[in-house]
């Protein structure tokens, strides 16, 4: 009974262990996630908002004017109304040409590329008053890369930390058991005495009962 107890309380100690760790690191890791997400869209307004030449532009509400665009890569690509390339921007790209560049930002016009996102890009795309189309790009592969990375650096860190707790209480289960389980064998032994105890008379007593039921009757 005492080790049913204490197995029951060892499982239940390390399923709330577990959800309190689960929700607490699947927390931080989404709360990242969602930094460089909204990090890249900063950035993309911002990109939006200085146009290819660098001035910003001038229908483009905001203020984004913290961000620092020289430390992003990105490239930014001006379509006319047809479609076609007006000007392109990709000083600050380094693993794509310009005619990548134009042929990204063309598929994005056409519908081809959707969601704002494009493997470790996003993008952005904007409809002037004049009716010239900006479509920003920026590559936040290395924000992605770090959150990966602490993703499997958090569960590492999180599985050690849930081992030593399981071992934590599974010693303390011992000791917190310990007490009670001498208890129990205390009074397991004391019943086992009294019955042996009271055997002995009640025996007597059975024998005399039959003897005179056996001269008198019942």
Same mark, same amino acid.
């Given at each position: 009974?005492?080790?049913?107890?204490?197995?029951?309380?060892?499982?239940?100690?390390? @399923?709330?262990?577990?959800?309190?760790? $689960?929700?607490? #690191?699947?927390?931080?890791?989404?709360?990242?996630?969602?930094? #460089?997400? *909204?990090?890249?869209? $900063?950035?993309?307004?911002?990109?939006?908002?200085?146009?290819?030449?660098?001035? &910003?532009?001038?229908?483009? &509400?905001? *203020?984004?004017?913290?961000?620092? @665009?020289?430390?992003?890569?990105?490239?930014?690509?001006?379509?006319?109304?047809?479609?076609?390339?007006?000007?392109?921007?990709?000083?600050?790209?380094? #693993? @794509?040409?310009?005619?990548?560049?134009?042929? !990204? $930002?063309?598929?994005?016009?056409?519908?081809?590329?959707?969601?704002?996102?494009?493997?470790?890009?996003?993008? @952005?795309?904007? !409809?002037?008053?004049?009716?010239?189309?900006?479509? $920003?790009? #920026?590559?936040?592969?290395?924000?992605?890369?770090?959150?990966?990375?602490?993703?499997?650096?958090?569960?590492?860190?999180?599985?050690?930390?849930?081992?030593? !707790?399981?071992?934590?209480?599974?010693?303390?289960?011992?000791?917190?058991?310990?007490?009670?389980?001498?208890?129990?064998?205390?009074?397991?032994?004391?019943?086992? *005495?009294?019955?042996?105890?009271?055997?002995? &008379?009640?025996?007597?007593?059975?024998?005399?009962?039959? !003897?005179?039921?056996?001269?008198?009757?019942?």
């Amino acid at each position: 009974m005492i080790k049913k107890l204490r197995r029951n309380f060892i499982i239940l100690s390390a @399923l709330a262990v577990f959800s309190v760790l $689960a929700i607490t #690191v699947g927390a931080i890791d989404i709360s990242n996630y969602i930094i #460089v997400e *909204n990090n890249a869209k $900063a950035v993309l307004d911002k990109i939006i908002e200085v146009g290819p030449r660098g001035e &910003p532009v001038p229908d483009e &509400p905001g *203020n984004t004017n913290e961000i620092n @665009l020289r430390q992003e890569h990105y490239f930014i690509v001006a379509l006319n109304r047809d479609g076609t390339v007006k000007e392109t921007d990709n000083r600050q790209m380094f #693993v @794509l040409t310009v005619d990548e560049c134009n042929d !990204l $930002a063309i598929k994005v016009y056409n519908g081809e590329i959707t969601g704002g996102k494009y493997g470790d890009f996003r993008y @952005l795309e904007h !409809l002037r008053k004049d009716g010239v189309s900006y479509i $920003a790009f #920026v590559d936040i592969k290395d924000s992605l890369d770090n959150t990966r990375n602490f993703v499997f650096l958090s569960f590492f860190i999180s599985l050690g930390a849930y081992l030593v !707790l399981i071992g934590l209480i599974i010693i303390a289960s011992r000791i917190m058991f310990k007490s009670t389980e001498e208890i129990y064998k205390n009074q397991r032994r004391f019943i086992t *005495n009294a019955s042996h105890e009271l055997k002995t &008379p009640i025996t007597v007593i059975s024998a005399d009962l039959d !003897l005179i039921e056996m001269d008198s009757g019942k």
